[in-house]
């Protein structure tokens, strides 16, 4: 990835969103994709009444998406460092809007869940190599780049529900196409304003992300995110059947779900790990979530319960999606493109399985049954985490030269893939080295 638009880490005085056309282009396009987090929620309920269809093959909306965006994962570097970053995010962009237009056009639950499997591909590609080229397009330095990313990544988690919602309440085909026609616009864009990206000297292995497991430190924190990942997306898939709500409500609940993920992700994350460290603060997180999934069990058949929990929940599951980043980037012995790409493919699987596994679970023995599960899930994390925490310990204690931190950082999120997250974490260590 080229680093001569953004070489320099030292506090420009230029405004993060005096940005080129390029630059746009492509934060424009992440915006879209972040909304694919909370989109489809709203119109869940919707799904299987009108498409006669199980709750549990509902689920599998967010399963095929998953699993196959956890395994792309393992291939976006080989293919990045093979074709230039810029086909990557072309590519990617591509597939979403071929296969979100077919998923609106399907007649059927098998043809939705069939579809977005082709979306999960491209937007693997497109996530992996997003953040890079903004970085490598920016002007006005680094520190822009990453608040422009950071505003998009806040943005899209944040409005992608309500838009759910309000396209939904429509028919439940709306999400679907309305994600194809601004891909489309986001497509056009990139292809006409984002220069041609050089390739890296030294291509890629595909074999580098799998072999990266052999690491313990790396295999540990890649497990917890798995087993977290479990107990949000158990949340994420299966709370929606619960509120009885239109999909119009929903949305206006997992917006407000939406604003807490984004502003304890990108805040709240960076405040609480300086007073309390990595570890703790992510024990607490986690309990905390397991808490709110063992509420949820409780109370199931209680709207208002559901609701609440569900809003609140947003502000651990903010801190958890960068905390438990900072935690395998900070321990983790092999280079950090290669440590996204093999926590990415990890900690997806966690994701994808689960609602699957509460459709199945709350047909088979009840609703109450896949958020207790879930509870204990989190809370194993927890546990799993505790066996590195003198090690990230040493990596809180050892993050004294900032200059090396900025360093790092800007190398991190110039290479492919990344994960979004990355961003948050690259932003903080540019705070820290003006201080």
Not at 31 to 56: C, E, K, W
Not at 102 to 129: D, E, P, Y
């Amino acid at each position: 990835m080229s680093t001569s638009h953004a070489g320099s880490g030292h506090a420009p005085s230029a405004s993060p969103f005096t940005q080129p056309k390029a630059v746009w282009a492509v934060a424009f396009a992440c915006v879209i994709s972040f909304m694919g987090i909370g989109l489809v929620d709203p119109i869940l309920p919707a799904l299987a009444t009108q498409l006669d269809a199980s709750h549990t093959q509902v689920e599998l909306l967010f399963t095929s998406y998953l699993v196959v965006t956890a395994v792309a994962m393992l291939i976006t570097g080989w293919v990045s460092s093979r074709i230039g970053a810029k086909r990557t995010l072309v590519t990617g962009l591509a597939i979403i809007v071929v296969f979100s237009a077919l998923a609106g056009a399907a007649g059927g639950i098998g043809g939705i869940v069939g579809f977005r499997a082709g979306w999960g591909l491209g937007n693997a590609l497109f996530i992996a190599t997003s953040l890079a080229v903004i970085v490598g397009s920016a002007s006005g330095g680094f520190g822009g780049a990453i608040v422009l990313y950071e505003t998009a990544l806040g943005v899209g988690i944040a409005t992608g529900p309500l838009l759910g919602g309000l396209l939904g309440d429509i028919s439940w085909r709306g999400p679907f196409f309305g994600v194809s026609v601004l891909m489309l616009i986001a497509l056009v864009a990139t292809v006409v304003f984002v220069d041609r990206t050089p390739k890296p000297d030294t291509p890629s292995k595909l074999s580098e992300p799998l072999s990266a497991l052999k690491h313990r430190n790396l295999r540990t924190t890649s497990l917890v995110g798995l087993l977290y990942n479990w107990g949000f997306f158990t949340l994420l898939g299966y709370a929606p059947f619960l509120m009885n709500l239109s999909a119009l409500r929903l949305g206006a609940v997992f917006f407000a779900w939406g604003i807490l993920v984004a502003l304890f992700a990108v805040f709240g994350a960076v405040w609480l790990k300086e007073r309390f460290g990595t570890a703790r603060t992510l024990y607490g997180s986690l309990i905390c979530v397991a808490v709110i999934l063992a509420v949820i069990g409780a109370f199931s058949g209680t709207v208002w319960a559901v609701i609440a929990a569900v809003i609140a929940s947003g502000a651990f599951v903010g801190l958890n999606n960068t905390l438990v980043t900072t935690a395998v980037m900070s321990i983790s012995p092999v280079p950090r493109n290669v440590a996204s790409a093999t926590y990415g493919f990890v900690r997806f699987i966690g994701g994808g399985l689960a609602p699957f596994a509460a459709g199945l679970l709350a047909e088979s023995v009840g609703v109450k049954v896949p958020f207790l599960i879930a509870a204990v899930v989190v809370l194993v994390g927890a546990a799993l985490l505790s066996t590195v925490h003198k090690a990230l310990e040493d990596a809180d204690a050892e993050q004294t030269a900032p200059s090396h931190r900025r360093a790092d950082a800007e190398e991190a999120v110039r290479t492919v893939p990344a994960v979004e997250e990355e961003a948050v974490l690259a932003g903080k260590a540019l705070l820290e080295d003006r201080r």
